[in-house]
């Protein structure tokens, strides 16, 4: 019986400047992934667990103050050992951290691209463990290495475990499987996700963005040779949720704002809410929806507004109103040509046209 937290891609040290947060709230997310750490090894203390970090701690190569920033966070754990190999993201992590970790004899890393294991003798278990690196060819690697079944095996690894030739360390799913490890950890997906019942993406404990939707935590597992416990728990502080409304040409302003009204009312200060709004809609709602965008920040956590409708025109009346300028040729000649995508040419064109005029 060996307890276990299997985290990944934790991508510490992330800046969220390219999302549309303002500062402050991007620091504010910067600093929920640190917490959110400290959370994963109090709880993995609680659990009597092991932890795994599984590749993308970081996400990029740690200056010398972050690494010591993490070192400061698992001292107040010396209880808990930590076993990490490194991801994509983080090349060059685990080797300022062998040179910085010190007395922290709990930290073991992987530190090559070549198999390797640590044994924990007393109770038979073996973790193996390989760092994220493009040139190697995993199938080799891992057919090099026989197992030895009186002992526990798990293996960490980072990987898409897709077979495309760009993808990371690629593999596929069901060779993986063959090699007859007991417990397979994986990291690179960051929405958790389980191939098989002993092979599974722990996904990011901290979502990073809308991309990211839905709960995100670790997977707490009591490893047994053909009898693996495994729970997935949350473990983040916010949830991301992207929500699509279809509106039609005849929706009223009253109408819109209901809908909105109860969409949000679903939510609370945990939620980072996206709204996209699609569909063709008259010019006046067009405007209405335009505005929310600079008014986002409501009492929720975040709140956005997209606005992808497009605006449904009255072609006839603007050629009339527009016979002799440049819009009534632009119709004209739109009209003129079989476009299969004439409908969404004049809605551009028009918006783009008109944007001051009408
Ligand atoms: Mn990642």
Redesign the pocket.
């Known amino acids: 019986m060996f307890p276990i937290v299997h985290s990944a ?1 934790l ?1 510490l040290g992330r800046n969220f400047l390219n999302q549309r947060y303002d500062y402050e709230m991007s620091q504010k997310r910067k600093e929920s992934l640190w917490n959110t750490f400290e959370n994963i090894l109090s709880f993995s203390k609680n659990n009597h667990a092991t932890l795994l970090l599984c590749g ?1 701690t970081f996400d990029h190569t740690p200056e010398v103050h972050e690494v010591i920033h993490f070192l400061n966070c698992t001292g107040k754990y010396p209880e808990v050992p930590v076993y990490i190999i490194e ?1 994509n ?1 983080d090349q060059g992590f685990v080797n300022k951290l062998e040179q910085l970790k010190g007395s922290q004899t709990q930290i073991h890393t992987f530190q090559t691209a070549e198999l390797s294991f640590y044994e924990i003798d007393e109770i038979k278990v073996r973790i193996y463990g390989i760092k994220w690196n493009s040139n190697v060819v995993l199938s080799d690697e891992l057919k090099k290495n026989v197992l030895d079944s009186s002992y526990t095996n798990i293996l960490m690894l980072h990987s898409s475990l897709e077979e495309k030739k760009d993808a990371y360390m690629p593999i596929h799913k069901k060779e993986l499987l063959n090699y007859g490890y007991d417990y397979y950890a994986l990291g ?1 997906v ?1 929405q958790p996700i389980a191939l098989y019942e002993n092979m599974i993406f722990s996904g ?1 404990p901290e979502p990073l963005s809308f991309r990211e939707t839905g709960k995100h935590g670790i997977i707490l597992g009591v490893i047994k040779k053909n009898k693996n416990k495994l729970d997935f728990i949350q473990m983040s502080k916010v949830e991301y949720v992207q929500k699509i409304i279809d509106l039609s040409e005849n929706m009223q302003i009253d109408q819109l704002d209901s809908i909105i009204e109860k969409e949000i009312n679903n939510y609370s200060k945990n939620h980072y809410l996206r709204i996209i709004f699609r569909g063709m809609v008259e010019k006046v709602l067009y405007d209405y929806i335009e505005k929310f965008q600079m008014n986002s920040h409501y009492k929720y956590a975040y709140l956005e507004f997209i606005n992808n409708c497009q605006i449904a025109f009255d072609y006839d009346l603007l050629k009339k109103l527009h016979e002799n300028d440049i819009v009534g040729q632009f119709i004209k000649t739109v009209e003129r040509d079989s476009f299969i995508n004439r409908e969404e040419i004049l809605a551009l064109g028009l918006e783009a046209l008109l944007r001051e005029k009408i």
Do not use: I, R, T, Y
């Open positions: 891609d991508h993308d991801g993201h690179h960051h990011s």
